[in-house]
Nanobody, 119 residues
Framework: QVQLVESGGGLVQPGGSLRLSCAAS????????MGWYRQAPGKQRELVAT???????YYADSVKGRFTISRDNAKNAVYLQMNSLKPEDTAVYYC?????????????WGQGTQVSVSS
């Protein structure tokens, strides 16, 4: 069974840092594109960052220079290091896994973890 288990969310003051972790099981992790989405109440879901099997990365303009996505294939884990956090970063953050292949369509989603940035 495929599972994406997230951890690391919480409450932090503006300017602070958090590191989100996502542990995957039930997939050939090294072959999957991994990503982080976020959704704030009343707002549309937003793609935050992605990392490919070849470790190519993408970041939304709103987080460039502040967030870093990484992966550890030996641990079947993907991370999101979040620095210089702003109140507008407050959202539920979701981990995703996608084979990115027409032969194996579909995206797996984690349960989401709350990140709150407030003084």
């Amino acid at each position: 069974q495929v599972q994406l288990v997230e951890s690391g969310g919480g409450l932090v003051q503006p300017g602070g840092s958090l590191r989100l972790s996502c542990a995957a099981s039930g997939i050939a992790f090294r072959l999957y594109h991994m990503g982080w989405y976020r959704q704030a109440p009343g707002k549309q879901r937003e793609l935050v960052a992605t990392i490919t099997p070849s470790v190519s990365t993408y970041y939304a303009d709103s987080v460039k220079g502040r967030f870093t996505i990484s992966r550890d294939n030996a641990k079947n884990a993907v991370y999101l290091q979040m620095n210089s956090l702003k109140p507008e970063d407050t959202a539920v953050y979701y981990c995703t896994a996608d084979r990115w292949s027409t032969a194996t369509p579909g995206t797996y989603w984690g349960q989401g973890t709350q990140v709150s940035v407030s003084s």
